[in-house]
């Protein structure tokens, strides 16, 4: 059993930053893509960035692409969330997931079949 535990999360300042964690327990975390996601209260949870299982490719979101970076770190069973920039509207619960798919890039949440239990993050403005 994958289990996915973030952390990272609190509030900042607009304009500020955060870098979010998420650590995979078991085996096989190379092999699979990983993919950050987040959920605003009232709003349906919203693909961020995935990154490819031995991280030479990423996609972004258009809202998040430039302020945000994902990178991966296989030999420790975790994936990364650099949020630069941030503004109030990035305000919501931030999630993690690994994909089911494979190594590749994924920007469905249907491609992901293990996720962690989110970590929250707001932006003050």
């Known amino acids: 059993q994958v289990q996915l535990v973030e952390s990272g999360g609190g509030t900042v300042q607009a304009g500020g930053s955060l870098r979010l964690s998420c650590v995979a327990s078991?085996?096989?975390?190379?092999?699979?893509?990983m993919g950050w996601f987040r959920q605003a209260p009232g709003k349906e949870r919203e693909f961020l960035a995935s990154?490819?299982?031995?991280?030479?490719?990423?996609i972004y979101a258009d809202p998040v692409k430039g302020r945000f970076a994902i990178s991966r770190d296989n030999d420790k069973n975790a994936v990364y969330l650099q949020m630069n920039n941030l503004k109030p509207e990035d305000t919501a619960v931030y999630f993690c997931?690994?994909?089911?798919?494979?190594?590749?890039?994924?920007?469905?949440?249907?491609?992901?079949?293990?996720w962690g239990q989110g970590t929250q993050v707001t932006v003050t403005s």
């Open positions: 078991g085996r096989s975390f190379s092999s699979y893509a």
């Open positions: 990154i490819s299982s031995r991280g030479a490719y990423t």
């Open positions: 997931a690994r994909s089911k798919v494979g190594p590749v890039v994924q920007r469905t949440e249907y491609d992901y079949n293990y």
